[in-house]
């Protein structure tokens, strides 16, 4: 916890927040009905349009998603710091490397238990692996 709190001083805090800004439209990308694999996921967790047009509790939704986003960007410029991980390339590998591992492996093991077709494991997966590699390429430049 130590190099957290010490690495979280030396942060630079507008990477931070334009990192943390990031899932916000790779998500609205990702999961649309109109461009990306909305369709697919909404049959996938048997949700009909009018389930997703509904938007009671949506700004609860998106408060807990971008508390989660900040603290996903700091501690993803933390580890950046400690590992010396700088560069565009470097960046987005290591985010590739976390997110298939760290987000990806929950997915599997949760969707895995709880009998969730593959196949959304796989867009899930997808979203979070991407989301992750932007952010950490905004860091790995701009830190």
């Known amino acids: 916890m130590e190099f957290i709190l010490n690495t979280i ?17 790779i998500g609205f990308l990702w999961y649309s009905l109109d461009y990306g694999f909305g369709k697919k996921w909404a ?6 349009k009018s389930d997703l047009e509904k938007t009671d509790g949506m ?10 986003a900040v603290a996903t960007a700091v501690i ?5 710091k400690a590992t010396g991980t700088t560069g565009l390339l470097d960046s987005v590998v290591f985010g590739v490397v976390i997110g298939i591992v760290l987000r990806g492996g929950a997915h599997f093991i949760h969707n895995g238990f709880a009998k969730r077709p593959a196949e959304l494991t796989l867009l899930d997966v997808g979203h979070d692996m991407v989301s992750i590699a932007a952010m950490t390429a905004v860091l790995g430049v701009w830190l």
Do not use: C, D
Request: cysteine-free; proline content about 5%.
């Open 9 to 25: 001083e030396q942060l630079n805090w507008w990477a931070v927040i334009v990192a943390a800004l990031v899932p916000f439209p």
């Open 76 to 80: 993803l410029a933390s580890l950046l």
């Open 59 to 68: 700004a609860m939704t998106f408060s807990v998603l971008a508390v989660f």
């Open 43 to 48: 049959k996938l967790v048997n949700l009909k």
